[in-house]
């Protein structure tokens, strides 16, 4: 999914790409270490960011990241890259990000997919629709609404600022920070865990 930035609304919007180009979710994925998907990592206990784990429990499938600076946990991946660098994007031209998107979908379905692949000695697509394709969850109906968090300070006149919005809360919290969650639709402040 080409992108100019790695920010976590981009990596989003590729995860949905492929659940709509794929027909489904995969049940676990495993990516690098990246900044947008996890926060601190560990080969035991990795934190996730807040906006992608809820991303993941919603489309309803599992993180398990590479561990990091161990590339032969990824040998196969990388062979793709540089596949895709060879016979994709030499020597190509785009219009703008919109046209290399669509050129892009168009190359996995009707070249990539359709090669022999040098090691399997058959065609990645036609693998994926007998044992892979049966076994993905159900693809996403519309967009994921990206929450936006933020720990607020609570004023001395008892409200937080959140997306440029205040809202009140309990007098007891004055000095502290809380936890703010903000969607297109919803804001809701929690302390401690707490919903407040």
Sequence with gaps: YPTHRQTQDEVIAGFDAAWAFYGGVFAVIIPDNLSPVVDRADPIDPRFTDGFR???????FVIDP?????PQDKPRVEAGVKYAQR???????FLDLADCRARAQ????????LRVHGTTRARPAEVFAEQELPLLGPAPQGPFAIPV???????RDRHVEVSRAVYSVPGELIGTRIQAR???????LYHRGQLL
């Design 182 to 188: 903000a969607d297109a639709t919803t804001v809701k």
């Design 54 to 60: 809820e991303y993941a429990h919603a489309r309803g």
């Design 106 to 113: 168009q190359w996995c379905a009707q070249v990539a997919g």
């Design 87 to 93: 016979s994709f994007f030499a020597g190509e031209e």
């Design 149 to 155: 968090f933020s720990k607020p300070l609570v004023a």
């Design 66 to 70: 590479a561990r990091v600076r161990h």
